[in-house]
């Protein structure tokens, strides 16, 4: 298996310029490196191609889609990299950017991956549609999109169909919800962990749950990490931080189990602003976290030699 990473310069879906950066820095600080250094093959495919050109203009506040053309382009050439890649058997690595990259990946990852599952780690539900979106940000609407909920051309991107079923959604870190998520998660069938719980039966608990909850009911699990999952002062670099989140050594005992489970096909990594960030503290700690994925990862092909 080979790691593929794929470049996500978007930040239009959060409706403000920064996050477009964050592939680039992590570029920068030597990710493909120390993935590398595992011994692992990975090639970097570079950037989706983006019509995102200099600053984000303002847009009016009623809109209730802003800059729908551009997520919903770039998302549609992200979801023909992402199928190219799993159908040739990698692993994608998809680098954002802003959260809104997830229609993109679900779409290109479910057209092979019929029973797909998506475990979402994120303070912020991203279940918004137009109807029930306090900003009009697109970021905060992508997962309902992929369950065929809302706009058209959100929910019609790359292929005309619905892109994953809810009861293959686990939701987890959640502590940010509009009222329009909350019924909408009440009125569905995704398995929820938010913080509360998480803080009450603990972080292996809710990974083993998730896991036991996915196994035999998907054939592959990707996993989409936004990085504001993380506790606001963790994270200066991002755009809508939160407390009461979840520690570092939390995420790794998260994203470590599900990379050592087996069923791990694919990540999102998004959410990384550059701009706003403090000496790169932000972006080190994805470079660790990503980077603890891996090892992870490459722990079950030691295991298979061993006992082969």
């Not at 551009?70 to 950017?97: C, H, K, M, Q, W």
């Not at 918004?128 to 992508?142: A, D, R, Y």
């Amino acid at each position: 298996m080979a790691i593929q990473i794929i470049g996500m310069p978007l930040g239009y879906g959060a409706g403000v310029q920064g996050a477009e950066y964050g592939p680039g820095k992590l570029r920068t600080l030597g990710l493909e490196q120390a993935i590398r250094w595992m011994g692992f093959d990975i090639y970097d495919t570079g950037d989706i191609e983006t019509s995102e050109n200099g600053r984000i203009k303002a847009c009016a506040f009623d809109n209730r889609l802003k800059h729908i053309d551009v997520v919903a382009d770039a998302n549609t050439r992200l979801a023909y990299r992402v199928y190219e890649s799993i159908s040739g058997g990698n692993f994608p690595l998809i680098l954002g950017g802003d959260h809104s990259l997830g229609l993109g990946s679900i779409a290109g990852l479910s057209k092979q991956i019929k029973r797909l599952g998506v475990i979402w780690i994120d303070a912020h539900g991203d279940l918004n549609t137009e109807s029930t979106t306090p900003s009009g940000n697109i970021h905060g609407m992508s997962l309902a999109a992929s369950m065929g909920l809302g706009a058209e051309r959100l929910v019609n991107l790359f292929d005309h169909r619905k892109k994953i079923e809810d009861k293959n959604i686990v939701l987890i870190g959640t502590r940010a919800l509009d009222d329009g998520e909350i019924n909408l998660l009440n009125n569905s069938k995704i398995k929820t962990y938010n913080m509360d719980v998480i803080r009450k039966i603990g972080i292996k608990s809710v990974a083993k749950r998730a896991l036991s909850y996915l196994r035999g009911r998907v054939d592959g699990i990707h996993v989409s990490f936004d990085i504001d999952f993380l506790d606001a002062e963790l994270v200066p670099g991002t755009g809508t931080p939160v407390s009461g989140g979840g520690s570092i050594e939390e995420a790794k005992i998260l994203l470590g189990a599900i990379a050592r489970s087996g069923m791990m096909v694919s990540m999102d990594f998004a959410e990384l602003d550059p701009l706003i960030d403090k000496g790169d503290a932000t972006a080190n700690v994805c470079v660790d976290l990503l980077s603890h994925v891996f090892a992870c990862i490459k722990t079950i092909s030691k295991g298979a030699a061993m006992s082969g």
